[in-house]
């Protein structure tokens, strides 16, 4: 809704645009996020991590780089304005660190150079580049992408589960490990460790309902 | 027959293929009288497939407390 506002500084008459209509309020007053980094390590490692182990494909370096984000958003935590989630922000630094180390495995010149054969198998020379197209029904790109992308989005449902529903979910799902050495871990018994499971698991149904497609 | 509490708890075990056979048995057979467990067991399964299909990873909690660890120091 547009309101005349009268600007004593300049003496003019201006049109602005408020969110009245929308918000009820002015901009201003809407809460903004904040940054919690004690919290940080509970709530998004696990998926920044996938995020960065779908790209680098090296559990280690994985780790390293979410650890890496964790202080590069540290040390940057005053430039954060709070108009985007604590996770986006995370994972903004996220890909600027997987970029930096693409960089540096790539330093050397000789490895940024491609080198394509004709026939990885056969010795025929020649350089028909029409034969190294990619194979337009294949499906398989498109199934790695949607699959990192879901992989995401049930990362995102766990963190919104209780903490220890989540851990125990992550043991058994992620993990795979036995019920006896979850329960041993975590000190609960067989039919606690089921009913969390159970908890977990109708919660992650709703989640992923909402969040990604008709389950 | 068994109640639909134990249903869930014997379908969420079978996720992991950790249910007995008997315990199999007794969950087909409260399927075929009750509607809502039939649903939940077939959204339960449907979980399991993309559960696995995403190829889920995750940091262990040894590596999580070394993380928080290193973290902590730098707050």
């Known amino acids: 809704m547009p309101a005349i506002k009268y600007d004593y500084k300049n003496k003019s008459m201006k049109l602005i645009k408020t969110n009245s209509l929308i918000f009820g309020n002015d901009e201003k007053q809407m809460p903004l996020n904040k940054l919690h980094p004690?919290?940080?390590?509970?709530?998004?490692?696990?998926?920044?991590?996938?995020y960065a182990v779908g790209r680098v494909s090296d559990a280690e370096i994985a780790r390293d780089l979410v650890q890496e984000t964790f202080f590069a958003g540290l040390k940057s935590a005053k430039n954060y304005k709070g108009d985007a989630t604590e996770r986006?922000?995370?994972?903004?630094?996220?890909?600027?660190?997987?970029?930096?180390?693409?960089?540096?495995?790539n330093s050397k010149k000789g490895k940024a150079e491609v080198r394509m054969n004709y026939s990885a198998s056969s010795d025929s020379e020649g350089d028909w580049l029409e034969e190294q197209v990619a194979d337009p029904f294949s499906s398989f790109e498109n199934d790695a992408i949607e699959?990192?992308?879901?992989?995401l989005a049930i990362h995102g449902c766990i963190s919104k589960?209780?903490?220890?529903?989540?851990?125990?979910?992550?043991?058994?799902?992620?993990?795979?490990?036995?019920?006896e050495d979850i329960c041993?871990?975590?000190?609960?018994?067989p039919s606690n460790l089921w009913v969390m499971i159970h908890r977990a698991r109708t919660a992650l149904v709703g989640c992923l309902n909402q969040n990604w497609f008709e389950l | 027959?068994?109640?639909?509490?134990?249903?869930?708890?014997?379908?969420?075990k079978a996720q992991y293929s950790e249910a007995s056979f008997i315990e199999k048995l007794k969950l087909k057979f409260h399927l075929l009288t009750c509607k809502a467990c039939s649903k939940f067991t077939k959204k339960n399964a449907q979980l399991t497939t993309i559960c696995d299909k995403a190829k889920l990873q995750s940091l262990t909690e040894i590596e999580k407390s070394a993380m928080k660890a290193k973290l902590d120091k730098e707050i």
């Not at chain 1, 004690?38 to 996938?50: G, I, Q, R, S």
């Not at chain 1, 699959?147 to 992989?151: K, T, V």
């Not at chain 2, 109640?3 to 379908?11: F, G, H, L, P």
Request: glycine residues 2%; hydrophobic residues 40%.
């Open chain 1, 38 to 50: 004690n919290t940080w390590v509970d709530a998004y490692a696990d998926y920044l991590f996938n």
């Open chain 1, 88 to 105: 986006t922000w995370l994972i903004a630094i996220l890909k600027r660190k997987v970029i930096d180390h693409y960089r540096k495995i």
């Open chain 1, 147 to 151: 699959n990192e992308e879901l992989g």
């Open chain 1, 161 to 179: 589960l209780p903490k220890k529903q989540s851990m125990v979910f992550k043991m058994k799902t992620i993990q795979g490990m036995s019920t």
């Open chain 1, 184 to 189: 041993n871990e975590l000190n609960i018994n």
């Open chain 2, 1 to 12: 027959m068994i109640s639909c509490e134990k249903a869930a708890i014997i379908c969420n």
